[in-house]
């Protein structure tokens, strides 16, 4: 018989607590780790999306590595775990942004068979996604688009939007990208998540000129995003649109009154910029010279001053042609402000200017000597001489006309180039750099003179190809090395003795275009490495370096120059 226990109310109670607390210890245990997965999941979302479009950095790589193992630990220990369902999404989603598309199919498949319907969105959503990054683009953009119905709220809706945002995006459909971006934010509640994704749309129309979808989205940051720096930057962006539209008073009165509003202090420097840039426009270049040295005197060391000593830089140049205070302005961008994105730029100008004065003290040189004669009445130029003049004026020709905005100038220096070293193998350079200029005065009858010219006597030379290639008016001569290198190659695999042959034609008529360059460098490898003819490989590799020396095959040459000199002369001490 049994013994009949009869338990007193303390007994009861301790019991409850021990079973309570073991029953708790399990419980603590399986949420602390699945806590710790949400957690590793979001630090990881973080980083990914700071750095969209770019390699997921290792860090993101091995928090999405944490997800997966404490979310498969707390499904593999704890069958009944209530949100089963979330930590297999959570593996899933984080095998496919470690680029495991077939681990994140398996366990999509997975979680179908387990939860049946209560999954379909999901389950029919990442599977989409895996096929775009499998290059199944068409297909996965189909299969997001078949999910859009009335069954689904407007939160999975803009979700579904936004992926198909992204996939045109990365297939570079970025209008199509914009499109879908904008239902997704039409439909979106949250004001937050609305400004974020309208300033997204802004700044990508901002960066492809698209500047009144910009106008309108910014409009819609400053409505709905809850952030400062993003409504000031979308004002900003906002009078910077009304000036590259040409409404030049809107933007000239909407900058003033932003100027007297503290809110916007942050960004004031940036507002006197934009205002320097409404004088330039409408070519007030004393005004915007004032405002600039204003500008260094109320924001020093900052973005807007680093800017505002560029911009004095390229007066100096453009409105009083004084190198020496462009070069003291530009000297300062990176001392005002290093990371300022015109800190390059500045360098580059330096060295412009720099290679300028270099070449002018060459060119007066040059223009000496050319002055005297021997007692025969003979100039003392050599030929060589007379190429590196012309080397010399092209230089200050390129950089007149094209690097400062000097045309008349350049103008002048390529009319000397062709009218002093016509046997230069710069002169179709010069001939064509003039039609081009021309082309942008208007003045097309010379231009097209220049042309004809280029065509007909250098048809051998790249410019030639280019003007052919550019106007069907012009015909393509059988001259033309380009078209004789096609033959050339169609020839090596047939007869390799007639093929040496085209490209020995190709550089003994063409000293100039990149093509004679491949052809002697062709020569030049096969007679060094095929035939072993080192004199012969020599002869072509050092034809490279007289009138390419420049060009991608110079480097290799130069080396191979130097190995045969050495084998050839180790061969002649051995004799």
Known sequence: MLKNYNYRPTSVFIYFCLFVSFSCTGLKGYFNTFYNAEQYFDKAEKIRLQNRGDKLPKTAFDHYEKVIEKSEYVIDTYPEFKFRKKAQLLIAQSHFYRSEYDEASTMLLSMSEEFGDQVTLEYNFWSAMIKWREGKVQAAIN??????NAKINNNEKAKIYMAIAEIYFDEKMESESMDYLEKAAEIIKDPVEKGQIYYRIADLSF???????????????????QSKKQVQEANLRSVQIYRLNGDLDKATKTIKGMLLDDVFKPIFGSLELELVKLY??????????????SILQDYPKTKASAEAYYMLGNYAISQEWDLL???EHFGMVSREFSK???????LLRVKEITSYDNLIAQYVAYMDRLLVVDTLGVPSLTIKDKNDFATVIYGLAELESFHFSRIDSGIVYLNQLIELTPNSPLYPKALYAKAIILDEQGDYKESKALKTQIVTNYSQTDFALALINADSTYSKGESSSDLKLIQAEKNWSKDPIIAMDNYREIVNSDTVSETSA??????AYQYDRLWVKPDSALKYYGWIMKYHSSSDQA?????????????????????
């Open 340 to 346: 300022s994105m015109y800190a390059k730029p500045a």
């Open 518 to 523: 491949k052809a002697a460098y062709f020569l």
């Open 555 to 575: 480097l290799p040459s130069s080396k191979r120059i130097t190995f045969l000199n050495q084998v050839l002369s180790d061969t002649s001490s051995a004799q």
């Open 207 to 225: 960066e492809n000129k698209v500047y009144d979808r910009a106008l309108a989205s910014y409009q819609q940051v400053i409505k709905n995003s």
């Open 325 to 327: 205070e462009a070069l």
């Open 143 to 148: 299969l997001l688009s078949s999910l859009n």
């Open 280 to 293: 330039d426009q409408q070519k007030m270049f004393t005004e915007a010279n004032n405002r600039l040295e």
